[in-house]
């Protein structure tokens, strides 16, 4: 499968794609992952994510198979406004949502499948720009400079 589709005027058009990642904090602590899979992002971290077909709202993402599998009666709070950002690259346009996600108990799922960091220490792991800008967005220039990408 091509990262590409035609358009009418057989110019090729970047897959757009889908990501919601889960930015899911428990007390100062944050859950990440170490990417594995054979792409660009390999050995980088990144938080908990789960693609869909298309752009999904916080509607959406309860109803996803994933979604449940992660938070299967676990206790949590969902911040409302996810925060967006659209990372273009030569093959592909990666539409990014955000959902901050707040543990209100164990979740042994998460502790078994992820990393728990402190939020501070998010600086000392590499991770892809898409996630270093919304590290800087959201968390800020004093806690996340470093030289990955």
């Known amino acids: 499968m091509y990262p590409y589709s ?10 757009q794609r889908f990501f919601n990642f889960l930015v899911i904090s428990d007390k100062n602590k944050i859950f990440i992952h ?12 990144d938080f908990p994510m789960i ?43 990666l539409h990014s949502k ?5 543990l209100g108990s164990t979740n042994k799922f998460l502790e078994k499948n992820y990393i728990k960091i402190k939020l501070n220490d998010i600086r000392k ?12 967005q959201y ?3 004093i806690l996340y400079t470093t030289a990955y990408h």
């Open 6 to 15: 035609l358009s009418k005027k057989n110019k090729l058009q970047p897959k």
């Open 51 to 93: 693609e869909t077909i298309k752009e999904c709202n916080k509607t959406c993402l309860l109803k996803n198979k994933q979604w449940n599998t992660i938070f299967k009666n676990a206790v949590i709070s969902i911040a409302d406004n996810p925060v967006t950002i659209t990372h273009k690259l030569s093959h592909q346009v």
């Open 139 to 141: 968390f800020g220039k």
């Open 98 to 102: 955000f959902f901050k996600v707040h």
């Open 34 to 45: 170490k990417r594995s899979g054979k792409d660009i992002w390999k050995n980088l971290y």
């Open 125 to 136: 792991y590499p991770v892809p720009r898409l996630i270093e800008n919304y590290i800087l």
